[in-house]
Nanobody, 120 residues
Framework: QVQLVESGGGLVQAGGSLRLSCAAS????????MGWYRQAPGKQRELVAT???????NYADSVKGRFTIFRDNAKNTVYLQMNSLKPEDTAVYYC??????????????WGKGTLVTVSS
């Protein structure tokens, strides 16, 4: 009923920037919290940033000051602007969107992931 499409990953040099996007479509009444997570090779998935419907944000210490999460509610889309990228940011990035469906059920949906590779 709900699908997420991620884009924006790629290869970038250290110090560069990328912007990730994640758009939701389907049987959506409203979108509540949204977030980005990442999983580096051989590591567990970790939270990167979250944003509430009202715009309150939370960031992992490792990205605070470099990454910005923001959303376009009209487009059901969440973005992650990544600046001053470091090699340790290399990971598959996943979006998660908490959706209230048209049937008024609240569910979490995950994107398939987009690979970000930062070279030194």
């Amino acid at each position: 009923q709900v699908q997420l499409v991620e884009s924006g990953g790629g290869l970038v040099q250290a110090g560069g920037s990328l912007r990730l996007s994640c758009a939701a479509s389907g049987s959506i009444s409203s979108i509540n919290n949204m977030g980005w997570y990442r999983q580096a090779p051989g590591k567990q998935r970790e939270l990167v940033a979250t944003i509430t419907r009202g715009g309150s944000t939370n960031y992992a210490d490792s990205v605070k000051g470099r990454f910005t999460i923001f959303r376009d509610n009209a487009k059901n889309t969440v973005y992650l602007q990544m600046n001053s990228l470091k090699p340790e940011d290399t990971a598959v990035y996943y979006c998660k969107i908490e959706v209230t469906t048209r049937e008024y059920y609240v569910m979490d949906y995950w994107g398939k992931g987009t690979l970000v590779t930062v070279s030194s």
